[in-house]
């Protein structure tokens, strides 16, 4: 088993910068790959961004340039810099991590075997 922790969110201006951490526990292994995920109110969870073991990392359109995915993985922790934040950025966001890796399918959510809590993320305009 796999635990994970998000840490990081709050509430920011647009413009603003946050980074989010996820401290992984338990099982986890270098080789996983690990992905961000987020839902706001009323919408479909979307993948933000994911990298795999090699910590080659897989953005989705609408966040490049402006966050950045990484991998510590002697701390066993995820993060996601959050720079350019806009008021569509706001939503709960996810940790995730899976056993079996295929950069190719980084974003693909349900792929992923573990969860976190979530941390909130709140941009005000």
């Known amino acids: 088993q796999v635990q994970l922790v998000e840490s990081g969110g709050g509430s920011v201006r647009a413009g603003g910068s946050l980074k989010l951490s996820c401290q992984a526990s338990?099982?986890?292994?270098?080789?996983?790959?690990m992905g961000w995920f987020r839902q706001a109110p009323g919408k479909v969870r979307e993948a933000v961004a994911g990298?795999?073991?090699?910590?080659?990392?897989s953005v989705a359109d609408f966040v490049k340039g402006r966050f950045t995915i990484a991998r510590d993985n002697a701390k066993n922790t995820l993060y996601l810099q959050m720079n350019l934040l806009k008021p569509e950025d706001s939503a709960m966001y996810y940790c995730?991590?899976?056993?079996?890796?295929?950069?190719?399918?980084?974003?693909?959510?349900?792929?992923?075997?573990?969860w976190g809590q979530g941390t909130q993320v709140t941009v005000s305009s």
């Open positions: 338990g099982d986890i292994a270098s080789t996983y790959c």
């Open positions: 990298i795999d073991g090699d910590e080659s990392p």
């Open positions: 995730a991590a899976k056993v079996t890796c295929a950069w190719w399918r980084l974003l693909v959510g349900s792929d992923y075997d573990y």
